[in-house]
Nanobody, 124 residues
Framework: QVQLVESGGGLVQAGGSLRLSCAAS????????MAWFRQAPGKEREFVAA????????YYVDSVKGRFTISRDNAKNTVYLQMNGLKPEDTAAYYC?????????????????WGQGTQVTVSS
């Protein structure tokens, strides 16, 4: 069992930065692939970034490549999403997800545990 709690969301102007954190509890965190998804009002949940259990294998959706960085600290049971160069189209609720597997997936249905979400709003 893994419980996830996100933090770090907020309101920022276009071009600004935010760092999201996802604190996990549970013994299996270090062997779990982790991901960030986002969901804007009226839209489906969208994959943003993922990281393997070791932190060595990363993947990003094209729209955030070069702007967002996913990382993890297994000693702290925490995964991060550093978001730079934010755009109004990045506005969404951001969710952290954990998978009962060491390798990531871009499909939300492959993740077993979810956080409650943190809101990111980017003003133009």
């Amino acid at each position: 069992q893994v419980q996830l709690v996100e933090s770090g969301g907020g309101l920022v102007q276009a071009g600004g930065s935010l760092r999201l954190s996802c604190a996990a509890s549970g013994r299996t965190f270090s062997s779990s692939a982790m991901a960030w998804f986002r969901q804007a009002p009226g839209k489906e949940r969208e994959f943003v970034a993922a990281i393997s259990w070791s932190g060595h294998n990363l993947y990003y959706v094209d729209s955030v490549k070069g702007r967002f960085t996913i990382s993890r600290d297994n000693a702290k049971n925490t995964v991060y999403l550093q978001m730079n160069g934010l755009k109004p189209e990045d506005t969404a609720a951001y969710y952290c997800a954990a998978r009962g597997s060491p390798m990531w997936s871009i499909s939300a249905s492959m993740y077993d545990y979810w956080g409650q979400g943190t809101q990111v709003t980017v003003s133009s």
